[in-house]
Structure formats: C-alpha cells, structure tokens
T-cell receptor
C-alpha cells in the first residue's frame, strides 16, 4: 500500500520567514495531493491541493510543488504569520482501487511573533 | 452552508462501558470516513463508507469497534467495552464520490473520548 513520509515533525520560524514542509510517497498511482491545516481543537481543513498533471500551484502566500519522478511534494508558506501556527498534514490519494487517502504524520508549525 | 457535524464534542466514560459517536456528513456527500487521532499523532483510518456499497472496515483496530451508516447519511461509530487505549479524538470526514474524482475531504470538529 501507499506510504507517506512527512518532514520535519516540528518547525519553528520567526514571523515573516518562509516555511517548507516536505512529503514523499511510494505509490506511483497516487494522483491527488492535498494539504490540511489543523488548528488546536478543530478538525483538519484543506488549504491547498495539487493533482499529478500539474507541477506547481499557488494561492497567495501558500504554494505546493510536485515532483512525480521523485515522488515528493512540498508545501511552501511565505511571509509567515502567527495565525499560521498549526499542525499541517500532507496526504496522497489515488483514483481507482482504494479510495482511502494516506496521511503523513503531521508537522507542528510554530510562528514566533 | 452546514459542514460536517459530530456529537458529542466530548465524552468521558468508564472502562468497560460502550459508547456511540455520531457523524452528520455534508448533504450530498456519498463518501464518509472515520479516523482516530491520538494525542499529538496523525490520522489513523478506521472505516470508509461509499453510497450503498459494503464499507471498507480494514482500519478497525479490533472487533470492539463497529460503525454503520443509515440511509446513506448519518453514521454512528460504536466502541464496545471501552479500554483506556481507546482515548483519542475521533474525526469524521465526508466527500463527494471519489470514484468520480478524488478530492477534498471535509472534516468535522471531532469527538474527544476519554476512558477512565
């Protein structure tokens, strides 16, 4: 089955710095890669996603890049703000077969004012 | 519009008791997932429902865990004879039919279960 590795497990940055979280996956059939943000006491919420026919996607301060050959994808947050502090999860999902996404173990991002 | 709702938000029970957790998915979402999240941990898949198909129960940790989905909408996760290691946040998510196109999962706020 699919295996998703996520690094780092914790990331501490100063406000205004950039943050990068990386994930690798094992199943070449995976073709949908969402990123979820989970704030304390809440359920995860999608912040950005990318499909395998695209190499990069950007939404304001957030961007995701995908390298299908190397089977890795990354979340980039620029100009970080304290409200970006949360746990971020990556996931890999394949069309067909099992419709159950595989999640990374999460990255706790702390943005210091 | 209304998102995914879960009840109760918190549940404290004694070891050995049975508990029922409820999930109301977004209207029109045919796929429903249950996950377990232990303190500071990732998302552990439990069970997946899609329309009227047989559920995928491959993530249920033991036969003490079961779930049903009535009328293709509301789902109930039941844990029998609870153990302390069952203490966790139980998250429910729904989505459109992934057989058409995999996409975003919408998560509820979770039920925090504490087994004393």
């Amino acid at each position: 089955g699919e295996n998703v590795e996520q690094h780092p497990s914790t990331l501490s940055v100063q406000e205004g710095d950039s943050a990068v979280i990386k994930c690798t996956y094992s199943d070449s059939a995976s073709n949908y890669f969402p990123w979820y943000k989970q704030e304390l006491g809440k359920g995860p919420q999608l912040i950005i996603d990318i499909r395998s026919n695209v190499g990069e996607k950007k939404d304001q301060r957030i961007a995701v890049t995908l390298n299908k050959t190397a089977k890795h994808f990354s979340l980039h947050i620029t100009e970080t703000q304290p409200e970006d502090s949360a746990v971020y999860f990556c996931a890999a999902h394949a069309s067909g077969g099992s419709y159950i996404p595989t999640f990374g173990r999460g990255t706790s991002l702390i943005v210091h004012p | 519009g209304a998102g995914v709702s879960q009840s109760p938000s918190n549940k404290v029970t004694e070891k050995g008791k049975d508990v029922e957790l409820r999930c109301d998915p977004i209207s029109g979402h045919t796929a429903l997932y249950w996950y377990r999240q232990s303190l500071g941990q990732g998302l552990e898949f439990l069970i997946y429902f899609q329309g009227n198909s047989a559920p995928d129960k491959s993530g249920l940790p033991s036969d003490r865990f079961s779930a049903e989905r009535t009328g293709g909408s509301v789902s109930t996760l039941t844990i029998q004879r609870t153990q302390q290691e069952d203490s966790a946040v139980y998250l429910c998510a729904s989505s459109l039919d992934p057989g058409l196109a995999v996409g975003e999962q919408f998560f509820g706020p979770g039920t925090r279960l504490t087994v004393l």
